[in-house]
C-alpha cells in the first residue's frame, strides 16, 4: 500500500466539465493544488484550476507531459481513451485506474463483468448483426431497448423496440457499431448509490438515493429513497460488492431499478462522482467531490450522513432558458435552497448549466418545494434564444 497524498500535492483531473469543477473546488478546500486536462479551452473547470492543459486526448505526449506534473491523476467522465489512462499511469497512479475505466466504459464488457460475478441485471444480449438481433428477439422477447455498446448516455445512443417489425430499422440506425440487445424493465423506482474505497479497502456509501427522469435525463435526486430499510441495505452490498470486485480506487456510482416484483437489478456503472451525487453537497456531512479527493489521496473517508432528515436536488437544463431568462432572486429569497451554477456561458438543449438542492423534513415536501422553486426562477417574461 502507497502513502498518503498529502495537501499541497496536486491532482491532476482528465476533462473540465462541471463535474472536473467541483472535483477541483472540494480538492482546494483541502489544500490541493489541480491541473486539468482536456481538448476544450475555458471550459467549468479552467476558472478553478491551477494549470490548464488543452490537447486531444490521444496526443500522449502532453499526456505524459501533463501525468509528469501530477501526484495523481483522476477524470470526471468515463469516455476517457484507456490508452490515455494508460500513458498517464507511466507517472502517476490513475484513480480509479484504467482498467475500471476499461470495464465500465462499455455496455458489453460492463454487462459481462456483472454477470460474470452474478451480479443481477436486465436479460441482454450482444447484437452487430440481423441474425444476433432476431436471436435476441426471440430470447428475449419485446419490447426491449437496443443500445450502443460505446458512448451511450442521459439517453443517447439508444432506441426502444415495440415489436420486433421495428427491430431491422432500429439496427440500421446505429451504422454497424456493437450493440446490446436489453429486456424492457417495468421498474417502480430507479435509485443510484455513490460509493467510494480507498486503496486500503475502506468502503463508505451515501444514503441510497431515488431518482426520477425527464426525458432520458436525470430530473429529480431525493433523499432518503421511498425503500424499505432492508431493500436500503441490499443495494449498499450490492455496491459495496461491485468496488470490490473492480478493487475500486475513487468514487464509483451505481444505478439501479427496482423491479415490481422488489428485486434490484444493476443498470449501469459509473466510475466517477454522479449528477444524482449533487444531492450530497447541502445533504450530507461530506459530498461526494470531498469524498473522491479523499480516497483517491488515501485519506480516510468522510462521514456519508445527512444532515437534515430529507433532501431533494432539481436538475437546470438549458431548455430552461426558452421559459425566459432566469429570476436568481427568485431562488434565492428562499433562505433553504441552495444554487449551484457550472459557469457555462451558453444556455443548450439538454445542457446541464446547474442544479438547486433543499433539505427539509419530509421527503415530498422538498420536492414539491424546490420544483414549484425552479419554476419561479425560470417564470421571466424574456425569451432567452437557445443554442443548437
Not at 140 to 146: D, F, H, K, M, R
Not at 325 to 337: K, R
Request: net charge negative.
Amino acid at each position: 500500500m502507497t502513502r498518503p497524498i498529502p495537501p499541497g500535492s496536486t491532482i491532476g483531473i482528465l476533462g473540465s466539465g462541471q463535474l472536473g469543477r467541483m472535483i477541483a473546488l472540494a480538492a482546494r478546500n483541502l489544500g490541493y493544488r489541480i491541473a486539468i486536462f482536456s481538448p476544450e479551452a475555458d471550459a467549468p473547470a479552467a476558472s478553478v484550476a491551477d494549470e490548464e492543459f488543452v490537447a486531444d486526448y490521444l496526443d500522449l505526449d502532453r499526456i505524459r507531459e501533463f501525468a509528469r506534473q501530477v501526484d495523481v491523476v483522476t477524470f470526471e467522465f468515463e469516455n476517457v481513451p484507456s490508452v490515455t489512462t494508460r500513458a498517464a499511469a507511466e507517472f502517476a497512479p490513475v484513480r480509479p485506474d484504467g482498467q475500471v475505466l476499461h470495464v465500465t466504459q462499455n455496455r458489453l464488457r460492463e454487462k459481462s463483468f456483472l454477470k460474470e460475478n452474478s451480479f443481477p441485471t436486465t436479460p441482454w444480449m450482444r447484437v452487430q448483426q440481423p441474425s444476433e438481433l432476431q436471436a435476441a428477439l426471440a430470447q428475449i422477447g419485446a419490447p426491449g431497448v437496443l443500445k450502443t455498446a460505446d458512448f451511450g448516455y442521459d439517453g443517447k445512443g439508444q432506441v426502444k423496440i415495440q415489436r420486433a417489425e421495428e427491430a431491422p430499422a432500429a439496427l440500421a440506425s446505429f451504422n454497424g457499431q456493437e450493440t446490446v440487445y436489453e429486456g424492457f424493465v417495468d421498474f417502480e423506482m430507479e435509485l443510484s448509490v455513490v460509493a467510494a474505497r480507498t486503496e486500503a479497502g475502506e468502503f463508505k456509501a451515501f444514503p441510497v438515493f431515488e431518482n426520477r427522469h425527464a426525458h432520458h435525463i436525470l430530473d429529480v435526486t431525493v433523499v432518503p429513497a421511498g425503500i424499505s430499510p432492508k431493500l436500503a441495505a441490499q443495494a449498499e452490498e450490492l455496491t459495496r460488492g461491485i468496488l470490490e470486485k473492480l478493487q475500486v480506487v475513487g468514487v464509483l456510482t451505481v444505478e439501479l431499478f427496482v423491479a415490481r416484483d422488489g428485486r434490484l437489478l444493476v443498470n449501469e456503472l459509473a466510475p466517477r462522482v454522479h449528477n444524482s451525487g449533487h444531492i450530497t453537497m447541502d445533504a450530507c456531512i461530506t459530498c461526494q467531490f470531498e469524498q473522491q479527493v479523499r480516497a483517491i489521496c488515501g485519506l480516510p473517508l468522510g462521514s456519508t450522513g445527512l444532515n437534515a432528515p430529507a433532501a431533494a436536488m432539481a436538475n437546470l437544463l438549458g431548455d430552461l432558458w426558452a421559459k425566459g431568462a432566469p429570476n436568481w432572486s427568485a431562488v434565492l429569497s428562499d433562505p433553504g435552497v441552495k444554487l449551484h451554477l457550472y459557469g457555462k456561458a451558453e444556455a443548450r438543449r439538454g445542457r446541464k448549466m446547474g442544479h438547486m438542492n433543499l433539505a427539509g423534513t419530509d421527503r415530498e415536501t422538498v420536492v414539491r418545494t424546490i420544483l414549484a422553486q425552479r419554476e419561479r426562477v425560470f417564470a421571466g417574461a424574456g425569451v432567452v434564444q437557445l443554442a443548437g
